[in-house]
């Protein structure tokens, strides 16, 4: 499975919650395959999904899902620590691991080589986490959501990506929409 | 009343309750006072662009944030700034230590003084510079005005400001 059939798959699962989606191919797919308003789709800013995630997991009492790569997640390491020291409860980081730079052309990571996510946030102090393969994903969110513990689930999934246009919503539209579905 | 003390009074006032900070020197106080305060969920960040990620999320919450940072860093926030607080119009105050100005022991850290007005000034960047204790007097009606505009609002405090390193 890549990104996408991951993506189709938990659609029924996230749909109901707040979303978090990261930068590139990971929102032109959600966009594609199930545009809601409880998605807030990152249109720039490598990296910062998980922190936007987390700030907005601590502000308010509903699920958020944050939809990271772990190429961003590498870009952005110093949030593992940030999110394992300030526990929310209602905040799961789904870091989908494909091995590559997928919306850059599918260069490899480190993360596909030596590297493993889930063992840096276990030393960051995360102290929920799960590494599944692509198609226990849609179980291990379940579960997750259902459990209402602070969760960080490592998807390791094959790469490439869906042929799928880019986003053409206006930065301000996709943030309104979002945060009336926050208060909503 | 000191200073740190006068500013996080400010923050509280205009409804600021979600703080993020990276550690400086001259900020010592204003950090501390923020972790004070009840009103206030302090979550210290790691580098200066996730604090603005952090932020960001939680103005997506519905609460007003705030940046403590240094501006040796202002460089590495350049792309957060731009694609993500400027790009989707939130509000941001950004409260820094402005080193490399009078009164600096450190050499190195002019060279980074030297280009923070011109970086904030290319960004397009309101921002107001503290050089004398009265300048404080400013930051609510600077806050106010962040929370009209829908920008990032950079209010630079240097050593003079802060009785000298």
Known sequence: MKRADVLRDITPVIRDHLVVCNIGHPSQELHQIDDQPTNFYMLGTMGLCSSIGLGLALVQPKTVIAID????????LGT???????????????IIDNGAYGSTGDQPTY????????????????????????????????AAIAARKMAVIVCKCASGSDKVPVIAKDPVTIRDRFMAAVAG | MSLSKRIVDDLVAND??????????????????????????????????EGMGLCAG?????????????????????NALATLIQFYRMPLPMLISYRGELREPVACQVEMALHTKAILSQLHIPTYHFHKASDAEELDAILKYTFMCNKPVAILTDASFWGGY
Not at chain 1, 69 to 76: F, P, Y
Not at chain 2, 36 to 42: F, G, N
Not at chain 2, 58 to 78: C, D, E, F, P
């Open chain 1, 111 to 142: 993360a596909g080589k030596k590297t493993s996510l889930a063992g840096m946030a276990r030393a960051a102090g995360c102290e929920n986490v799960i590494e599944c393969r692509a198609e226990e994903t849609r179980g291990a969110l379940e």
């Open chain 2, 16 to 49: 600021i309750s979600f703080v993020t900070t990276v550690p400086c020197k001259q900020l010592g106080g204003v950090i501390e006072e923020v972790e004070a305060r009840a009103e206030i969920l302090h979550v210290p960040s790691n580098k200066e662009d």
């Open chain 1, 80 to 94: 593992l620590p940030t999110i394992a020291n300030n526990v929310a409860d209602n905040y799961i980081l789904l």
């Open chain 2, 58 to 78: 939680a103005y997506l919450g519905g609460k007003r944030s705030a940046i403590i940072m240094q501006n040796t860093a202002l460089g590495i926030t350049v």
């Open chain 1, 69 to 76: 790569g772990d190429g961003s997640v590498l870009t952005n």
